[in-house]
């Protein structure tokens, strides 16, 4: 078993859409909680980082965590194409400071 | 601010050939990590070095991969020799943190396209 699951898609929305994006996990060492978007053929960059349990939100992104289900989510308002990437779940225990990824979920939103 | 560069950005070799890429981190930045993303995947964590100490290598294949950082700064990575299956994006991140921070943001640069033939 994997230590970080995430549905690959790819999810096609049309634009305006609500998406939501969940990533579930094994290991309750993980306590920070992080979603990093990756364009084609850039590196990752951060979008929302949540530590231990709780809600975040920013603009149009809000990240969810529930430490008692494992489950961490991101909601995406108002999809915008630009919003058209691979969207990562990271995730850090409090004894390494490496991220341990999902394999990312591909997301597509129509114009 | 400048980000975290590479280079080469794409590479393509034959197996058992040998190959190494670079990376400069963002200026100040105590802890360098290297990551291996292949197609379809997220990023693996490779090799962490925090200064030039290294502090994480646990899944760094070390029978063919080798990795350093000079003063502290630049590092290189290096495949030797090479296999079918090192096909995959090579990424290297940077964060500030000298020490601890769990929530350190790490900062990506666009990777090296290693392709093995």
């Known amino acids: 078993q994997k230590e970080v699951e995430q549905d690959p898609g790819p999810l096609s929305v049309p634009e305006g859409a609500i998406v939501s994006l969940n990533c579930t996990y094994s290991?309750?060492?993980?306590?920070?909680f992080m979603w990093y978007r990756q364009y084609s053929r850039k590196g990752p960059e951060l979008l929302m980082y949540t530590y231990s349990s709780g809600n975040k939100e920013d603009g149009r992104f809000t990240a969810q965590v529930d430490k008692s289900s494992k489950y961490i989510s991101l909601f995406i308002r108002d999809s915008q194409p630009s919003d058209s990437a691979t969207y990562l779940c990271a995730l850090m225990d409090t004894g390494r400071r490496a991220l341990t990824f999902g394999s990312g979920t591909r997301l597509q939103v129509q114009p | 601010e400048a980000g975290v560069a590479q280079s080469p950005r794409y590479k393509i070799i034959e197996k058992r050939q040998s190959v190494a890429f670079w990376c400069n981190p963002i200026?100040?930045?105590?802890?360098l990590y290297w990551y291996q993303q292949i197609l379809g995947q997220g990023p693996k964590l490779l090799i962490q070095f925090q200064n030039n100490g290294v502090v994480d290598d646990s899944q760094l294949p070390k029978d063919r991969f080798s990795a350093e950082r000079l003063k502290g700064v630049d590092s290189t990575l290096k495949i030797q020799p090479a296999k079918l299956e090192d096909s995959a994006v090579y990424l290297c991140?940077?964060?500030?943190?000298?020490?601890?921070?769990?929530?350190?943001?790490?900062?990506f640069g666009p990777g090296t396209r290693l392709t093995v033939l």
């Open positions: 200026s100040g930045h105590a802890t």
């Open positions: 290991n309750s060492a993980f306590q920070y």
């Open positions: 991140a940077s964060s500030f943190a000298p020490s601890g921070g769990g929530g350190d943001e790490q900062f």
